[in-house]
């Protein structure tokens, strides 16, 4: 890819005195004439090089340049490695290595300690506690897919737990609330789709390619949406679940009621995904009000003693 040559070739320069155009164009697998025209595109973009002929002659950066290359702050450093730390434990392979070694040989050395120490105070770390192991070898599958443009095929399985075989081109991988997806246009729904990991099966990566079609970024924000149809209901929970509370609402919702209890002001959605929510507290919470809610909470939790009882 053009761009990614380019950014080598300014690094390259950056990290030599000087290289010459055929080393270059070996470097890069790419004949003369292309560097050629990635150095004059270098130019345009303000990053003056310069061309020197003869023996021990090629490109370099102009040295007043390269004295004065600080493009980068310590701060700027320390959150290039950290979001770039964040990520190679779960997304492995050649390009994140490559990208932070390039990052770390623009700190100067006099520096390194201390941007190593700062970009190490924060730890991101994406990879689950527990649950679906094909999600990081998935993951791989993917990202090759993208870079090649190769299509995926493989199960999904629906909220539902129904099951249909896709071939998807896939567009862009995205992290959101813990949960990997990728974005791909399906062929048997002949639209863009969002993919979630851990619902697939049997991930496989085909030899045919595609040609990308125009794309827009899915939409992932769905505050404004969320904020009109959800209400407060009335919550007292045991101090034990404090934290698992917190997951979903602010600690200003949250007022003492006794020394064990809380009194809590819920977001609240009649829905399953919320109503799974408050019972996954157990007897640790109780919904005071309102009547209707608590009533579904009555009859939900009447259907589970059902089931356990019918199997005894």
């Known amino acids: 890819m053009k761009i990614d040559r380019l950014i080598g070739i300014i690094t390259t320069l950056l990290d030599k005195k000087r290289i010459g155009a055929q080393e270059l164009a070996d470097m890069f697998e790419v004949s003369r004439r292309t560097i050629y025209r990635d150095i004059d595109a270098i130019n345009m973009a303000g990053v003056p090089i310069c061309s020197t002929s003869g023996v021990g002659g090629g490109f370099e950066i102009m040295q007043n340049y390269k004295l004065e290359k600080n493009v980068f702050t310590v701060a700027d450093l320390t959150a290039i490695l950290t979001g770039l730390y964040s990520v190679t434990d779960l997304v492995r392979g050649d390009e994140l290595m490559n990208a932070l070694a390039k990052v770390k040989s623009f700190i100067p050395a006099d520096r390194a300690k201390d941007v190593e120490l700062k970009a190490n105070r924060i730890c991101i770390d994406l990879s689950p506690w527990t649950g679906n ?180």
């Open 133 to 312: 192991k094909d999600t990081e070898r998935y993951l791989s599958i993917v990202k090759t897919a993208l870079t090649e443009s190769r299509l995926l095929s493989f199960e999904y399985v629906d909220c539902h737990g129904n099951r249909t075989k896709r071939t998807v081109e896939p567009y862009r991988l995205i992290i959101k609330s813990n949960h990997w997806y990728f974005q791909g246009y399906c062929r048997m729904r002949n639209d863009f789709r969002l993919f979630r990991l851990c619902r697939i099966l049997d991930m496989r990566m085909s030899e045919e390619t595609f040609l990308p079609r125009e794309s827009q970024k899915p939409q992932l924000d769905f505050a404004d949406i969320l904020a009109t149809m959800e209400t407060k209901i009335k919550l007292r929970i045991h101090r034990s679940v404090m934290d698992r509370v917190l997951d979903h609402c602010s600690y200003d919702d949250i007022s003492p009621d006794g020394d064990e209890h809380y009194i809590v002001l819920f977001p609240f959605i009649s829905n399953d995904y919320y109503y799974d929510i408050l019972l996954s507290f157990g007897n640790k919470c109780e919904c005071l009000e309102p009547s209707h809610v608590r009533a579904e909470l009555v009859r939900r939790v009447r259907d589970i003693l059902a089931l356990y009882q019918n199997r005894t």
